[in-house]
């Protein structure tokens, strides 16, 4: 199993990131995905599932109407986008193989949301 994310970096607050996820190692469309964050000195908090078709999705209060995930099943990747962004969405962002599961996943991708 290998997960690569991309796409993090530094916003302004009210900014707005698309975090993608490439997946390989394994049948991509047969497992639901989730994308997790680690803010510092924290544990990881999942914030996303998305169902192995796409078709349904489940957040997290706290991004709820401002974070989209969707996925290609064609080109094995996951995506999330991220809009309205605030200070205490700082942390690493992961991907997961698998619903609300920590164990496959990826290296992470940093986002910082600072003024």
């Known amino acids: 199993v290998q997960l690569v994310e991309s796409g993090g970096g530094m916003v302004q607050p009210g900014g707005s990131l698309r975090l993608s996820c490439a997946a390989s190692?394994?049948?991509?469309?047969?497992?639901?995905m989730t994308w997790y964050r680690q803010a510092p000195g924290k544990g990881p908090e999942w914030i996303s599932v998305i169902s192995k078709g796409g078709g349904w999705t489940y957040y997290v209060d706290s991004v709820k109407g401002r974070f989209t995930a969707s996925r290609d099943n064609a080109k094995n990747t996951l995506y999330l986008q991220m809009n309205n962004l605030r200070s205490e969405d700082t942390a690493l962002y992961y991907c997961a193989k698998g619903e609300r599961s920590w164990v496959a996943r990826g290296q992470g991708t940093q986002v910082t949301v600072s003024s």
């Open positions: 190692g394994f049948t991509f469309s047969s497992y639901d």
